[in-house]
């Protein structure tokens, strides 16, 4: 069974860093590429960031690129979004997903950004 | 960045009548290897979405085949027929071409 599991939120003070993890079992984590998409309280989703399976491309929203960092571990099969200068309107839930399809979605992570 | 437009915002429906939203696209998502790439999630109440259909027109894995997806280059539709309790939600399309990947609005579906 396809497991995708979130850690790392919580609320932060605007300009703070965070970092986020997704643990993946159930498959090859090591073959596919893995999103992070947020979803801000009663909004819709917002793709925010793609990985490839082999780290060899990343891809960013203009929200956040500059800001955001996405990487991989594939021999701990966890998958990273590290946060830096958090605005508030970064505040949302945090998805990763898996496949480009986005055919797995984890139970999401919440981020606060707050004075 | 491609704009992805849903219609209706939200509609209401009859169990066991059928429902369709609509979904249309800024730009072609006709790849030119033939495949288009607009995609159907559903998030139903306080979970996450969930894939229910790909590339316009295949049911995901284990999605009943009540589901349909169907479409044009630009303008694509998810067709539910005989709708269930287990359908309610908000329903997202999206497109996969290119990024940004870009998401509808939503579609919420609800029981008369």
């Known amino acids: 069974e396809v497991q995708l599991v979130e850690s790392g939120g919580g609320l932060v003070k605007p300009g703070s860093s965070l970092k986020l993890s997704c643990v993946a079992s159930?498959?090859?984590?090591?073959?596919?590429?893995m999103h992070w998409i947020r979803q801000a309280p009663k909004k819709g989703l917002e793709w925010i960031a793609l990985?490839?399976?082999?780290?060899?491309?990343?891809y960013y929203a203009d929200s956040v690129k500059g800001r955001f960092t996405i990487s991989r571990d594939n021999s701990k099969n966890t998958l990273y979004l590290e946060m830096n200068s958090l605005r508030s309107e970064d505040t949302a839930m945090y998805y990763c997903?898996?496949?480009?399809?986005?055919?797995?979605w984890g139970q999401g992570v919440m981020v606060t950004v707050s004075s | 960045d491609i704009v992805m437009t849903q219609a209706p915002l939200s509609v209401s429906v009859t169990p066991g009548e059928s429902a369709s939203i609509s979904c249309r696209s800024s730009?072609?998502?006709?790849?030119?290897?033939?495949?288009?790439?607009v995609y159907w999630y559903l998030q139903k109440p306080g979970k996450s979405p969930q894939l229910l259909i790909y590339?316009?027109?295949n049911l995901a894995s284990g999605v009943p085949d009540r589901f349909s997806g169907s479409g044009s280059e630009t303008d694509f539709t998810l067709k539910i027929s005989r709708v269930e309790a287990e359908d309610v939600g908000i329903y997202y399309c999206g497109q996969l071409l290119e990024n940004p990947y870009t998401f509808g609005a939503g579609t919420k579906l609800e029981l008369k």
């Open positions: 990985i490839y399976y082999d780290s060899s491309n990343k």
């Open positions: 159930g498959f090859t984590f090591s073959s596919y590429g």
């Open positions: 590339r316009m027109s």
């Open positions: 730009k072609s998502l006709l790849h030119s290897n033939g495949i288009t790439y």
């Open positions: 997903a898996k496949r480009v399809v986005a055919d797995y």
